[in-house]
């Protein structure tokens, strides 16, 4: 009997990808939407709100002959991710939902959900990919970039336990983002050309400060936005306080201790106080500065 795999639908062209090999390999795929939120305030026009989403979704799994499911995670993603997303900015931390997103909900709650549904595995369309190591006879699974070096979201899934690993599976890690594309395209899927989300995990594309004030007073800090050109960059520097960088348009390249990473359109990232950080710009770029300096 094939084995069973729940796939995230989320409306986009990587999850319907992610369907669509699974089912190529011989899986018993089923397609799984999460509602995780309900409230717009905060959120800007045009940023494919759930609702939107989930028919997509649907027409993706009627296209790729295969059940749909709906599951409604509100009332726990607010908890564990909205909740402690304002606690923290509070306390003048700068937190990354899209890491806790990942642990809570789609690695927990969903995979349960799954589980309870009689999945033996839960797939994503994360560009990253999985491996297996064995050390004095035990099995431990790893976490690895995937192949496509300007899409890679292995950094958003950092904080997976082993036993959340075990039975997670990333279909579209080895493939360019281009081909994911070139894909769904000849597959005639509704999600082909449709934009990548951006914004916080399952909120959408938010006004952040408008977001934040709904439960936190006003603190003494900066929002800032910057634009580069390419060949621009800030030399590498400290700062007292925690700062959050998004990327809103464009490709940043983000030094942090020595490490570089890559942010594309609607990724974030987190600029610890004291930390060594630079930024240079590959190509045109704009993003979001987020810092905090009042004491609590």
């Known amino acids: 009997m094939a084995k069973k ?4 639908l989320s409306g986009g062209v990587d999850s319907s990808v992610a369907a669509h090999l699974l089912k190529m390999q011989g899986y018993d795929v089923h397609g799984m939407f999460m509602i995780n939120w309900h409230d717009t305030a905060g959120t800007l026009s045009g940023s494919c709100p759930w609702e939107e989403d989930i028919i997509i979704a649907e027409l993706v799994a009627r296209r790729l002959q ?8 509100s009332e726990a993603y607010r908890k564990r991710v909205v909740d402690y997303l304002f606690s923290e900015y509070k306390q003048g931390h700068t937190p990354n939902p899209d890491v806790l997103c990942n642990r809570e909900i789609k ?17 994503t369309g994360h560009y990253c990919r999985k ?24 950094y958003f899934l950092c904080q ?22 070139r894909i769904a395209s000849e597959l005639n899927l509704p999600t082909a050309t449709r934009k990548d989300s951006q914004g916080i995990c399952f909120v959408g594309k938010v006004d952040l400060p408008v977001f934040l004030q709904q439960q936190l007073e006003k603190k003494t800090g900066n929002i800032s936005l910057f634009a580069f050109d390419k060949g621009q960059s800030l030399s590498e520097h400290t700062a007292p306080f925690d700062a959050l960088v998004q990327v809103l348009e464009g490709t940043a390249e983000i030094q942090i201790n020595k490490v570089a990473y890559k942010l594309n359109n609607g990724e974030s990232i987190i600029m610890p106080a004291n930390i060594p950080h630079a930024v240079n710009a590959a190509e045109r770029f704009k993003m979001l500065l987020t810092m905090i300096k009042e004491p609590i």
């Open 107 to 123: 690695f927990d709650l969903f995979a349960d959900a799954a589980f309870n549904l009689g999945a033996d595995y839960v797939a």
């Open 66 to 73: 295969i059940p749909f499911h709906k599951i409604d995670l």
């Open 160 to 181: 997976l336990s082993q036993r959340q690993l075990s039975t997670a599976l990333f279909p579209i890690g080895h493939l360019q983002k281009s081909e994911v594309r």
């Open 5 to 8: 795999v729940i796939v995230g």
């Open 131 to 154: 491996d297996e190591i064995v050390i004095d006879s035990e099995k431990y699974y790893c976490l690895l970039a995937g192949n496509d070096k300007d899409k890679d979201q292995s």
